[in-house]
T-cell receptor, first 113, second 115 residues
Framework: KNQVEQSPQSLIILEGKNCTLQCNYTVSPFSNLRWYKQDTGRGPVSLTIMTFSENTKSNGRYTATLDADTKQSSLHITASQLSDSASYICVVSGENAGNMLTFGGGTRLMVKP | DVKVTQSSRYLVKRTGEKVFLECVQDMDHENMFWYRQDPGLGLRLIYFSYDVKMKEKGDIPEGYSVSREKKERFSLILESASTNQTSMYLC??????????????FGNGTRLTVT
């Protein structure tokens, strides 16, 4: 069964600090992995997408990594800001017919001043 | 910018009522989706549609139906609301399927409470 596990479930850090969120998946065959940010009371918004051949991709202070061999991805946030407080959701797409998406349970990040 | 609009942010309905959740997107996307989001369970797919009048069951379709009469509009229907359908409902659209690298664009959700 395709699964996406995220850790930690929640995280509290001080403003200005860095943090790393983890995503492990069992989806096979793998097509791509996308990180979404969901602010409270809003729908998720795509941050970045990782395909099989990509190891690292940055979007401002967000850097995603992918290790397709170990089926792991991470999202690193540098110099955190209060506006980074949100849930971060890892979503993996397989190459099966129908191209269904498998969602992780999310990591809730709180950045404190 | 893609805009996905859900008609209600909050709804309170009674058990047994028929409930309609409406979603409209303005970017001519072929694909539209309905998810529900519950703490600890993440997002779960209820129904999706690849084209007008087309619908496919997702992972948890029981107790729900959908309607897509126009490309821009995708409605979720709870035929007889029950308390276990209390949840956050998220509508999304995409240009092509997720595996083709097109992101999902989400609405801001409808928080439904069934009493």
């Amino acid at each position: 069964k395709n699964q996406v596990e995220q850790s930690p479930q929640s995280l509290i850090i001080l403003e200005g600090k860095n943090c790393t969120l983890q995503c492990n998946y069992t989806v096979s065959p793998f097509s791509n992995l996308r990180w979404y940010k969901q602010d409270t009371g809003r729908g998720p918004v795509s941050l970045t997408i990782m395909t099989f051949s990509e190891n690292t991709k940055s979007n401002g202070r967000y850097t995603a990594t992918l290790d397709a061999d170990t089926k792991q991805s991470s999202l690193h946030i540098t110099a955190s800001q209060l506006s980074d407080s949100a849930s971060y959701i890892c979503v993996v797409s397989g190459e099966n017919a129908g191209n269904m998406l498998t969602f992780g349970g999310g990591t809730r990040l709180m950045v404190k001043p | 910018d893609v805009k996905v609009t859900q008609s209600s942010r909050y709804l309170v309905k009674r058990t047994g009522e028929k409930v309609f959740l409406e979603c409209v997107q303005d970017m001519d996307h072929e694909n539209m989706f309905w998810y529900r989001q519950d703490p600890g369970l993440g997002l779960r797919l209820i129904y999706f549609s690849y084209d007008v009048k087309m619908k496919e069951k997702g992972d948890i379709p029981e107790g729900y139906s959908v309607s897509r009469e126009k490309k821009e509009r995708f409605s979720l229907i709870l035929e007889s609301a029950s308390t276990n359908q209390t949840s956050m409902y998220l509508c999304a659209s995409s240009l092509v399927t997720g595996a083709d690298n097109s992101p999902l664009h989400f609405g801001n959700g409808t928080r439904l409470t069934v009493t």
